[in-house]
């Protein structure tokens, strides 16, 4: 795929309501699974009722899937981060990886000061995002 056609999108929200392990973990699986399908990856991560997600593939498919969230009645205060092309995925072992608060704590700390929906720690969460990946 040439870099027009791959593009990256990454968002916060807010659950509407405080999601249980086994709420989030069949949410893991279905998003997991239709992801597959559609040919895209990335990582989610669920900190204190909200959702940080950076979402990457071909165009067509992040665009319908990013337009399918900001619909979702489980998001609320939907805010875009980044939406950008890139040259070649960063989650490409991940048809969705997900972490959890625990996990978040273990293996990145910083996140959980960021992953709060105020708008000054966008750049902070997305770059901690980003490290997932490695």
Do not use: C
């Not at 999601?19 to 989030?24: F, K």
């Not at 699986?29 to 997600?53: I, K, S």
């Not at 665009?63 to 995925?89: G, S």
Request: without cysteine; positive net charge.
């Amino acid at each position: 795929m040439s870099k027009s056609q791959l593009i990256s999108v990454s968002y916060i929200s807010k659950a509407t309501q405080d999601m249980g392990v086994l709420a989030l973990m069949r949410l893991t699986d279905q998003a997991a699974q239709l992801n597959q399908r559609l040919g895209l990856t990335g990582v989610l991560f669920y900190e204190n009722q909200h959702f940080g997600q950076i979402l990457e593939g071909p165009r067509a498919e992040v665009t319908k899937m990013w337009e399918k969230i900001q619909r979702d009645p489980r998001h609320q205060q939907v805010r875009l981060l980044k939406m950008e092309e890139i040259a070649q995925r960063s989650f490409t072992a991940w048809s969705m990886r997900f972490f959890l608060a625990k996990e978040i704590i273990a293996k990145m700390p910083n996140l959980t000061g960021v992953l709060d929906g105020l708008p000054e720690h966008d750049d902070e969460l997305l770059r901690l995002m980003r490290t997932a990946a490695s």
